[in-house]
């Protein structure tokens, strides 16, 4: 079992639609998650911390199940600009200097 | 004023050189990073520093040997080259893990090619 896994998508949606992306993980010492978010042929950078409470930013949405070991994120009222990659980001629990990156899961915003 | 830095952005290389990528960081972080994202685009870490020391290998053959002179550096050298390893290399760096503000902030990537 990987260490972190996503559905690769791709996820094809039209403007204005909502969609989610799940993401699990084995390790439950895990201490941090993060959605970032990987635009082609660019260097990936933070969406959002994930919080064991949910959180939200605008049209993005995180939450944490520690218990089933599962991160969400969704997205709403999509944009074509929110076409990308989008990365789950697990710290591990060993010193927390081991972070593991899921395969990613690519979404397309048509318009 | 670019927060991590790495040069050169591309490289192309014959196999069984010896090259290296440098990474720079002004972000006042302790802890930085070499990432391996492949063709498949999948990122991997190799290696993690935090204070100048080596925290995390992650199985990286001993060609690669990171080095950091300081908080603020951490190249990688690779000896002899090999076709595998084409990928793009990112550098990232961190407060470090538990501090509460984790967050990677990472460079634009070195696109290496081996021929």
């Known amino acids: 079992r990987k260490e972190v896994e996503q559905d690769p998508g791709p996820f094809n949606v039209p403007e204005g639609a909502t969609v989610a992306f799940n993401c699990t993980y084995s390790?439950?010492?895990?201490?941090?998650f993060f959605w970032y978010r990987q635009d082609c042929r660019k260097e990936p950078k933070l969406l959002m911390s994930?919080?064991?409470s949910g959180n939200e930013d605008g049209r993005f949405t995180a939450q944490l199940n520690r218990a089933s070991q599962y991160i969400s994120l969704l997205i709403r009222d999509s944009k074509l600009s929110d076409s990308a990659t989008y990365l789950c980001v697990v710290n591990m629990g060993t010193g927390g200097f081991k972070t593991i990156f899921g395969a990613g899961t690519r979404l397309f915003v048509k318009a | 004023d670019t927060a991590v830095s790495q040069t050169p952005k591309y490289l192309v290389t014959q196999m069984g050189n010896d090259k290296s990528i440098k990474c720079e960081q002004n972000?006042?972080?302790?802890?930085m990073y070499w990432y391996k994202q492949d063709s498949k685009k999948f990122l991997k870490i190799m290696f993690s520093?935090?204070?100048?020391?080596?925290?995390i290998n992650e199985t990286v053959p001993n060609r690669f040997s990171p080095k950091s002179p300081d908080k603020a550096h951490l190249n990688l050298h690779i000896n002899s080259l090999e076709l595998g390893d084409s990928a793009v290399y990112f550098c990232?760096?961190?407060?470090?893990?538990?501090?509460?503000?984790?967050?990677?902030?990472f460079g634009p990537g070195t696109r290496l090619t081996v021929l």
């Open positions: 990232a760096s961190s407060h470090p893990s538990g501090s509460g503000t984790d967050t990677q902030y």
């Open positions: 390790n439950s010492a895990s201490q941090s």
């Open positions: 972000l006042g972080h302790d802890t």
């Open positions: 520093y935090n204070n100048k020391e080596l925290i």
């Open positions: 994930v919080y064991s």
